[in-house]
């Protein structure tokens, strides 16, 4: 694994070239701000929101792992953890980089769908991919086949919150081989008719495929008086097809606004907070961190994990961990807050996502999603319109506020 590029505390001025790369809005309010005026009441926090919502989902917009939108993004995100951390540093790592190369298509009987190719899925010959609908009996629920020999050409999902989106194909690290592409629930009467008719259906991406190809996580560490160590994670980068402000930019500025409010108190545990890069593709970030603490002997530090992912569909928080005292804790001070939203108990096991690098390692873990707004958010999941305006203020203020105190409750254990 590469080795990490370290960002020196104190000033924007000692980040050098990467303050070329930040939006003027970000530059401007480096002269302006203080740790302590950062997120004291929910008014600042709800500027300190916006503000960051714009530079990254507006101005810089989609960021997909490996993609220049990244780059500027997770070098933002590390600035603002050197607001009040006093060690930060970008963790290199490479990865295999998916994207398109052209415009996409798919038409069912002559009739254009909405569509988007799974990212980390292979491309389809020049021609496309040309043959008739037939239903699966397992996994993705249509396969484009050839009628005269059967071959599968590509394999079709269908979103279950609404129009079409990318999903990832990664399985292991490794790339599907069979082209992949998402249509939207709207869109399944008509393929149902195609598959009945025997109707033609063709299917286009090309897919643009580059080795060795630099991300990052932005890591941020509060010193404890003990080397044992509590570890946030939120995802950074988003899927091609969208600024993400939901999925996941707003978990990451709570992780965020969290660690500028527990830098203000001496901890028992060290608090370490991991903007990870490429989760979208297969938790390629998560599994370098991993891999990092692994080689550097301090994986056994780590006591507990808390992963964020969507924090703004509601204010019903979706715990999900076979841990019920940690489920139970997040429950009590939703209730001792009196926050407008009642957690769901999820019993299924919590090593997901980036959390599953850290399986075997005897930590503690849960995972945080939500719901609530669902008719309002969950459409917008993974597409264009999960922009800065959706995200609603409450889910982050009750989302900071829990999990602030949720912190603070496992230091004292």
């Given at each position: 694994?590469?080795?990490?590029?370290?960002?020196?505390?104190?000033?924007?001025?000692?980040?050098?070239?990467?303050?070329?790369?930040l939006?003027?809005?970000?530059?401007?309010?480096?002269?302006?701000?203080?740790?302590?005026?950062?997120?004291?009441?929910?008014?600042?926090r709800?500027?300190?929101?916006?503000?960051?919502?714009?530079?990254?989902?507006?101005?810089i917009?989609?960021?997909?792992?490996?993609?220049?939108?990244?780059?500027?993004g997770?070098?933002?995100?590390?600035?603002?953890?050197?607001?009040?951390?006093?060690?930060?540093?970008?963790?290199?790592?490479?990865?295999?980089?998916?994207?398109?190369?052209?415009?996409?298509?798919?038409?069912?009987?002559?009739?254009?769908?909405?569509?988007?190719?799974?990212?980390?899925?292979?491309?389809?010959?020049?021609?496309?991919?040309?043959?008739?609908?037939?239903?699966?009996?397992?996994?993705?629920?249509?396969?484009?086949?050839?009628?005269?020999?059967?071959?599968?050409?590509?394999?079709?999902?269908?979103?279950?919150?609404?129009?079409?989106?990318?999903?990832?194909?990664?399985?292991?690290?490794?790339?599907?081989?069979?082209?992949?592409?998402?249509?939207?629930?709207?869109?399944?009467?008509l393929?149902?008719?195609?598959?009945?008719?025997?109707s033609?259906?063709?299917?286009?991406?090309?897919?643009k495929?580059?080795?060795?190809?630099?991300?990052?996580?932005?890591?941020?560490?509060?010193?404890?008086?003990?080397?044992?160590e509590?570890?946030?994670?939120?995802?950074?980068?988003?899927?091609?097809?969208?600024?993400?402000?939901?999925?996941?930019?707003?978990?990451?500025?709570?992780?965020?606004m969290?660690?500028?409010?527990?830098?203000?108190?001496?901890?028992?545990?060290?608090?370490?907070?991991?903007?990870?890069?490429?989760?979208?593709?297969?938790?390629?970030?998560?599994?370098?961190y991993?891999?990092?603490?692994?080689?550097?002997?301090?994986?056994?530090?780590?006591?507990?994990?808390?992963?964020f992912?969507?924090?703004?569909?509601?204010?019903?928080l979706?715990?999900?961990?076979?841990?019920?005292?940690?489920?139970?804790?997040?429950?009590?001070?939703?209730?001792?807050?009196?926050?407008?939203?009642?957690p769901?108990?999820?019993?299924?096991?919590?090593?997901?996502?980036?959390?599953?690098?850290?399986?075997?390692?005897?930590?503690?873990?849960?995972?945080?999603?939500?719901?609530?707004?669902?008719?309002?958010?969950?459409?917008v999941?993974?597409?264009?319109?999960?922009?800065?305006?959706?995200?609603?203020?409450?889910?982050?203020?009750?989302?900071f506020?829990?999990?602030?105190?949720?912190?603070?409750?496992?230091?004292?254990?």
């Amino acid at each position: 694994m590469e080795r990490r590029s370290f960002l020196k505390t104190g000033s924007l001025a000692s980040l050098g070239s990467l303050a070329a790369s930040l939006p003027p809005a970000l530059l401007n309010a480096q002269n302006t701000l203080s740790n302590s005026g950062l997120v004291d009441t929910p008014e600042q926090r709800y500027y300190y929101l916006k503000r960051l919502l714009n530079s990254l989902c507006t101005e810089i917009g989609p960021r997909p792992a490996g993609s220049d939108g990244f780059n500027r993004g997770i070098r933002l995100i590390a600035t603002e953890m050197e607001r009040s951390l006093p060690e930060v540093f970008l963790d290199e790592f490479k990865i295999e980089h998916w994207e398109l190369a052209d415009d996409p298509f798919l038409t069912v009987a002559g009739t254009p769908v909405e569509v988007f190719p799974h990212h980390g899925s292979s491309g389809t010959p020049k021609a496309g991919a040309r043959g008739i609908l037939k239903k699966n009996d397992s996994g993705p629920p249509y396969s484009i086949v050839d009628p005269a020999t059967g071959k599968k050409l590509a394999e079709i999902s269908i979103s279950s919150y609404g129009p079409a989106i990318p999903a990832n194909a990664y399985r292991d690290g490794k790339m599907a081989q069979v082209p992949m592409f998402g249509v939207g629930k709207y869109d399944r009467p008509l393929l149902d008719r195609a598959v009945r008719d025997n109707s033609p259906v063709a299917a286009h991406s090309n897919v643009k495929i580059t080795q060795n190809v630099p991300s990052w996580n932005a890591v941020g560490t509060l010193p404890g008086k003990s080397e044992k160590e509590i570890v946030v994670f939120a995802h950074a980068d988003t899927v091609y097809s969208s600024p993400g402000a939901n999925d996941n930019t707003a978990s990451v500025i709570v992780m965020l606004m969290m660690a500028h409010e527990l830098s203000k108190a001496d901890h028992d545990y060290t608090l370490t907070f991991v903007a990870t890069g490429s989760e979208e593709y297969g938790f390629q970030g998560a599994y370098a961190y991993a891999k990092r603490r692994i080689e550097d002997g301090t994986i056994k530090n780590i006591k507990y994990i808390i992963q964020f992912d969507s924090l703004t569909y509601g204010p019903d928080l979706l715990l999900t961990s076979e841990d019920k005292e940690l489920r139970d804790i997040v429950d009590s001070i939703n209730g001792t807050l009196e926050i407008n939203g009642k957690p769901r108990h999820i019993n299924n096991s919590e090593w997901t996502m980036d959390s599953l690098p850290f399986k075997s390692s005897g930590v503690r873990a849960i995972y945080i999603n939500s719901r609530g707004y669902d008719g309002i958010t969950l459409p917008v999941y993974h597409r264009a319109e999960d922009s800065a305006e959706t995200v609603g203020f409450d889910c982050v203020d009750n989302s900071f506020r829990i999990f602030t105190e949720f912190v603070r409750r496992l230091d004292a254990m």
